[in-house]
């Protein structure tokens, strides 16, 4: 297969019918939706299944199975695509280890690579980018080119048009690995790309879910308590440990590397009158202590009383009292950002840009935060939304509905990432990752 750029020749032969190959999707219908709607315009839709639960998910035609090893994925992918014809790739978790060599042997063999993810703009939208995200996204980085490419896009419609549910997130993610975990033997070499076991997942979800009302009830009683007081306060969310964007674009093994680098820097260069919320990803499974570690640490470091842990509570009217957001790079950043109120980005984010996020140091940030600059934020937030972003979510009929048939008219209009919002090569490095406190004071 010719090593030219797919999209160059895609966008001129546009009618030509294509091959999809999609690979690991959410534990949704919304991938082989996805494919109904493609087929529908003339293409062709294939799967590789990794595992039992990919092939329950997928549940359609055109779909093969891989049982090799890891190390024999990119020469098995290789063969597929040229006996295939495969013109596109289409992926959920493109850091995980199968699709981190899927997305090269694609880039070797000129097979165009689109990315489906939770949207940036939740909750009720969905991501599909051209060629990468976060580090790897061709998402324009100059505020300028967003301005400019803005220029004509409407304000997008921020009213929630789909909701879904935490049963039937979970209902769709027990499908899937429950059968991984009792069937193994079926695809014996495969290696799941998670932290931790489902069952232990599970086990920690049953905990919190037994729990929620109470811990709700002293979150909100602590955000209650921390808007009657007349001190500047930051919030920091936290992002769940098995996230990609944790794990792979930022400079952090861990979020304990982030949490500590944090914590020193607020006791050291800000202000004795701030306080500082730390704020537990609702999705949290529970399986590491983080109000011990975080309230350890901040007795260590002298910050008794200046440092609070919520478990619940509703992040953006936290966010819309604060002083400011301090992230590695999650997208609650950029709600708020929509909020006016000033991020301070630790690790790679597309959102992360002169003139929306504050560009100081951190330890700059905790004295003279820096808002976002208007015409800027509102360029961003048009430009996400028409370019790589579409509505729905993963798990509800009417939310996978409108988002399959909004993704499959991008892919097969080759809209991806347009009007002006692609940029190559992708503006954004992947950042190395730093020496944790013990080596370097070793």
């Not at 493109?94 to 097979?111: D, F, I, K, L, S």
């Not at 920690?204 to 308590?225: D, F, M």
Request: a positive charge; aromatic letters at 10%.
């Amino acid at each position: 297969m010719e090593n030219a750029a797919p999209h160059t020749r895609l966008l001129t032969d546009r009618p030509i019918a294509r091959v999809f190959l999609f690979l690991q999707g959410p534990s949704s219908p919304i991938f082989r939706k996805i494919a109904d709607r493609l087929e529908g315009y003339g293409h062709t839709c294939l799967r590789i299944n990794l595992n039992v639960g990919d092939q329950i998910i997928w549940r359609r035609k055109g779909a093969f199975n891989y049982r090799g090893t890891l190390a024999g994925w990119p020469a098995h992918l290789k063969r597929f695509i040229e006996t295939h014809h495969v013109t596109d790739m289409i992926l959920l978790g493109e850091e995980r280890p199968y699709h981190q060599a899927a997305t090269a042997v694609a880039r070797q063999n000129g097979v165009a690579i689109s990315i489906v993810e939770m949207g940036y703009l939740r909750p009720d939208w969905l991501t599909v980018e051209r060629g990468g995200m976060s580090s790897n996204s061709h998402f324009p980085a100059d505020a300028g080119l967003i301005i400019d490419a803005a220029k004509d896009l409407p304000e997008p419609d921020w009213r929630k048009h789909y909701s879904q549910t935490f049963v039937a997130d979970a209902s769709y993610d027990l499908l899937y690995n429950l059968p991984n975990v009792f069937l193994w033997f079926l695809f014996p070499h495969y290696r799941r790309h998670a932290i931790f076991h489902p069952l232990a997942e599970y086990a920690g979800w049953i905990r919190r879910l037994a729990t929620g009302k109470r811990r709700n009830a002293e979150a909100e009683a602590t955000v209650r308590a921390l808007l009657s007081l007349d001190t500047p306060y930051f919030v920091y969310p936290l992002q769940l440990e098995t996230d990609f964007q944790l794990r792979a674009h930022s400079p952090f093994h861990s979020q304990k590397d982030a949490i500590d680098e944090v914590l020193r820097s607020f006791a050291t260069d800000a202000d004795e009158i701030a306080r500082l919320v730390f704020k537990v990803h609702p999705l949290d499974n529970d399986l590491i202590a983080w109000r011990r570690f975080i309230e350890d640490r901040a007795s260590a470091l002298g910050l008794a009383g200046r440092v609070f842990y919520l478990d619940g509570g509703n992040l953006d009217v936290l966010a819309d009292a604060s002083a400011g957001m301090v992230t590695v790079n999650s997208t609650a950043g950029l709600h708020a950002l929509k909020q006016g109120r000033p991020v301070k980005v630790l690790g790679t984010a597309v959102f992360d840009i002169a003139g929306l996020t504050d560009q100081q140091p951190l330890k700059d940030f905790w004295k003279k935060p820096r808002a976002p600059d208007t015409e800027v934020m509102t360029a961003m937030f048009r430009l996400l939304a028409a370019s790589i972003q579409v509505r729905g979510n993963l798990y509800s009929k009417a939310g996978t509905d409108a988002g399959a048939r909004a993704i499959a008219e991008r892919l097969h209009e080759n809209t991806v990432n347009q009007p002006g919002a692609f940029v190559d090569p992708p503006p954004r490095s992947k950042p190395l990752k730093r020496q944790r406190p013990a080596q370097r004071s070793a």
